[in-house]
């Protein structure tokens, strides 16, 4: 099987077939494959016109580049750097799948320098919004633990998405994140034993994953419904998880948005005491 679904890869990268090489990689990366289509779109169709070898890319591959990364329908030079940026992304993740497979030893895109994204300054929901929300999503046992996880603990949407039940050690109610570790509170661990029950209790050690979404559409749609029954604005996991932010430096005099979010990270990771504007 393996072996099959790297051969399918490289015949639908040499012959540029994006139909094909999307939903090979959808499953993998965990997005939305309209996603994936929109951001590799533009280096498929420009790499055909070129000639460019995507698994062995030539030496001057990063100048290439710029010319699809940053054309729109408008024309060239036409991309947002969030656009830039999110072409980048998905381009960076398809290099690292074929590492994993064994296809190619280096990433072409090391060292590629990336633009600066501009800041998009968002808010957390209101707290009455999110209350709202949460009991409403108590029906839904699987959403009301992923937005505990979003609003507590600021897990990423990926790091959902991928959740095993191995991450969870029971016993200590710690979980298992990329770089780090975590300890649950109480509502959080609560609410995972909830869905661990459903698959036989702690004493089974389940093996698969926690939340059946698919991917991050898959999420939002389910996120959008419970707002609509609770007659609630759409509100984005992005802007849930900034809740974690506010929840964890409540007392953070302002910074810069890299400097902040550069903090939460660091002492989400237990890395350093948040600073506080209180004598």
Known sequence: MQDHHALKLTHALRTYDLDTLVPLIQEHLHWPPKQLRSNLKPVIEQA????INLLHPPPDYHTWLQTPLRTTVKGPNTAAPTTINARLTTLSRLYEHLIDHGLILQHPLRNLERPPSLPVPTQPPPHDELTRLLLHAQSD??????LLLLTRHGLFVTELLALRWPHLDYPTGTLLRKNTTITLDHDTFQALDHLLAQHGGPLHHPQGKVFPYQNLDALRTRLFQVTREA?????SPSRLRKLALVNVLPDMPALPVEERLTEMAETLAGQKTPRSTKG
């Not at 055909?48 to 000639?51: K, N």
């Not at 046992?141 to 992923?146: F, I, Y």
């Not at 007659?231 to 509100?235: E, G, K, V």
């Open 48 to 51: 055909q016109l070129d000639h």
């Open 141 to 146: 046992p699987h959403l009301h633990a992923a």
């Open 231 to 235: 007659n609630l604005p759409f509100i």
